[in-house]
């Protein structure tokens, strides 16, 4: 499976956007999914993430109530709606693959990673 992320771009704070990650291949649905992030200067951080199936999902404290992660594996993709957003929301956003364990929120859990995409959002 490889991973694309897209769907970033400039924001004024409040405002919202739809992130997509694009999955090739056949198997997409054996993966459990994860959006992280990184800001300038700061480490990977974990964001949301997503079972095999989409039923269940997980968001760090600072995204809850206003990300939304979620998946169509008919499709291969995955998404993630940010509304609400905030300067410090502002960084590359990758999302991930995983075959282990249960919506995993750590970096080393997760095999595949896509190439990012570039979130900035102004105050």
């Known amino acids: 499976v490889q991973l694309q992320a897209s769907g970033g771009g400039l924001v004024q704070a409040g405002g919202s956007l739809r992130l997509s990650c694009a999955a090739s291949?056949?198997?997409?649905?054996?993966?459990?999914m994860a959006w992280f992030r990184q800001a300038p200067g700061k480490e990977r951080e974990f964001v949301a993430t997503i079972s095999r199936t989409g039923g269940s999902t997980y968001y760090a404290d600072s995204v809850k109530e206003r990300f939304t992660i979620s998946r169509d594996n008919a499709k291969n993709t995955m998404y993630l709606q940010m509304n609400s957003l905030k300067p410090e929301d502002t960084a590359v956003y990758y999302c991930?693959?995983?075959?282990?364990?249960?919506?995993?929120?750590?970096?080393?859990?997760?095999?595949?990673w896509g190439q990012g995409t570039l979130v900035t959002v102004s105050s």
């Open positions: 991930a693959a995983s075959l282990n364990g249960w919506l995993p929120t750590g970096t080393e859990e997760y095999d595949l």
């Open positions: 291949g056949r198997i997409f649905s054996r993966y459990g």
